[in-house]
């Protein structure tokens, strides 16, 4: 049986303390039966390699490439920070405080 990190008390790239986290896979799912990713990657570490994140950065993650891009090259906590767009994104939502949504990323009342 796998075991995955335990859900720490911040997001593990703002660092902010929140106390709902979203798991983000840093190997994308979706790309875990492709053969380029079983060929560079154990099933084990494609599944445990993971980062908790809040929900603002998780969003951040996934506007600033596509899910290949993520899991062959941005597949580390450092090497996500590497993007610039979502390095400076963190540096803003690191001061704001817990509960906080960025404008223009609110979720829609329905």
């Not at 492709?34 to 951040?60: G, Q």
């Not at 993650?61 to 993520?70: D, K, N, V």
Request: include cysteine; aromatic fraction near 8%.
């Amino acid at each position: 049986m796998l075991k995955l990190p335990p859900q720490p008390d911040s997001c593990e790239l703002c660092r902010r303390p929140v106390a709902r986290l979203t798991r983000h896979h840093l190997i994308p799912r979706r790309l875990h039966s492709k053969r380029r990713f079983l060929k560079l990657f154990s099933r084990e570490d494609m599944i445990t390699r993971t980062l908790w994140v809040c929900r603002p950065c998780h969003n951040a993650i996934h506007r600033t490439c596509s899910e290949y891009e993520l899991g062959l090259t941005f597949n580390s906590r450092e090497k996500l920070l590497e993007l610039e767009e979502l390095r400076v994104f963190v540096e803003w939502l690191r001061d704001k405080p817990e509960g906080f949504v960025p404008k223009g990323h609110r979720r829609s009342q329905n």
